[in-house]
């Protein structure tokens, strides 16, 4: 243990956590939560975090969660950070985002009880990686360490860059070459700093593990990844509460390198523990683009193995060819009786306007992508009309809104009166006919 550490450790109120150790998801190799490792020294694979669900539930009785803080936080005893004042640093705003009746697209789809998961409103980044991101700065504080960097695609840059801002904590962020400018743009506008990569996200986080390990430096996705995942399950955990205490039937989400799919399920799995409500029934999907769909294509293939790739999708945000949650979600779908399935890039982009023009929602590819797969599972069959199903939306579609097919710019007209009224015409009978096709 640091000496930095020991003497936060002594210093620290705690909060109502009840993790009790790092445990190895392959060979169960136990490590104190104290100890800064993040993955399994002796054979490589990633650390889970344990937690006394027995002191949880106990816990959980104590303080009623409608008397808690409408934030992440707000289910602490099964989220992994122990230091109470690393806690009130970050994630205050963060998470408890909308869950939105989607009558209109439902109707669409043949769906009456259909919701959505609005996380491209989260707190402060506008996606849902404000939630795994304020769970590896929480630790970084927790550790008595004061640099951040990252690997990212995207949404886990700008999230680095605002939370760390928040926190008084330099960040640097790597992307990797076929990154989104928005994206870049927001995380130097927030104070971060930027390395751009002459390679894949897959090429580019494995050697910003050799950096971290050189340099000593924080990365929230790989030396902080343990505690970055869990941060992930307080969307179920959110979920379930906004449905009244019930589980829905299915939930759908898009998939990249997996943290989120794999803590959905056991985030569920968690709330069934410690007594709060029945999650077993609830079936998980997930969505991945036809240019990078490693997860899906196990699945449908029925196959035990994962085949990485080279991404080649628009969807930037899920171009990872080498998901490092992959197995995890494949045992989670499958054990849930769920399914997966596919999009072209033209029917994610089909799948934003979709959700745009019934729900007013405007999202990333990602999400694009989740309701694409939606759509086609509806029109499978899939679903029972009256089941309950929650689609996550997981990011904001005005961070990526130059990446959207052109469309034609509308016309110049003469600033009067007349002119204007003859162009409402037209727009007019073009709204009618598209109704009408609708």
């Known amino acids: 243990m640091s000496t930095a550490f020991a003497q936060d450790q002594s210093q620290r109120h705690e909060t109502r956590s009840c993790a009790t150790s790092l445990v190895c998801e392959r060979c169960e190799r136990s490590y104190p939560m104290s100890e800064p490792v993040f993955s399994c020294p002796d054979c490589g694979r990633n650390l889970d975090i344990e937690f006394d669900y027995e002191l949880a539930a106990v816990r959980l009785q104590q303080l009623p969660v409608a008397e808690r803080p409408m934030n992440i936080w707000r289910f602490e005893e099964l989220l992994p950070i122990m230091d109470a004042a690393a806690q009130a640093r970050v994630g205050q705003h963060s998470g408890f ?42 630790r970084l504080l927790e550790l008595g360490k004061r640099e951040i960097g990252c690997v990212s695609t995207g949404n886990v840059g700008t999230a680095v860059a605002a939370l760390a801002a928040k926190a008084g904590v330099p960040a640097y962020v790597f992307y990797p070459n076929r990154l989104e400018h928005t994206k870049a743009l927001a995380c130097r506008a927030l104070g971060a700093k930027v390395c751009q990569v002459d390679g894949n996200y897959d090429e580019a986080n494995k050697q910003c593990r050799a950096v971290a390990l050189a340099s000593g430096l924080e990365f929230a996705n790989i030396t902080l990844r343990p505690f970055y995942a869990e941060g992930a399950k307080t969307m179920p955990f959110e979920i379930v509460e906004q449905l009244g205490w019930n589980a829905p039937d299915h939930i759908i989400t898009a998939a990249a390198g997996g943290t989120l799919s794999s803590r959905i399920h056991k985030g ?26 490693p997860i899906a294509s196990a699945i449908l293939a029925q196959d035990a193995d994962i085949h990485a790739c080279r991404p080649t999708t628009i969807a930037h945000s899920l171009a990872i060819g080498a998901p490092g949650d992959g197995h995890l979600v494949i045992d989670a779908v499958r054990g849930r009786g769920g399914t997966a399935g596919r999009a072209s890039d033209e029917e994610i982009f ?58 034609p710019w509308p016309s110049m007209v003469s600033c009067d009166a007349e002119t204007m009224r003859s162009m409402l015409d037209e727009l007019q009978q073009e709204s009618a006919a598209g109704a009408s096709l609708g």
């Open 350 to 407: 089909a799948g934003v306007d979709l959700l745009a023009a019934t729900e007013g929602v405007l999202t990333e590819p990602a999400g694009g992508t989740t309701i694409a797969v939606l759509r086609k599972l509806a029109e499978a069959q899939a679903f029972d009309p009256d089941e309950v199903v929650v689609a996550i939306i997981t990011g904001n579609g005005l961070k990526t809104i130059e990446d959207h097919p052109a469309k």
């Open 97 to 138: 985002t909308p869950l939105i009746k989607a009558d209109r697209l439902g109707q669409a789809l043949g769906l009456r009880n259909l919701y959505l998961k609005d996380d491209s409103t989260s707190r402060p980044s506008l996606s849902y990686k404000d939630r795994v991101v304020s769970m590896s700065v929480a």
């Open 268 to 293: 569920l799995v968690e709330l069934e523990r410690v007594g709060l409500v029945s999650t077993s029934d609830v079936r998980l999907h997930i969505a991945q683009p036809d240019g990078c769909a």
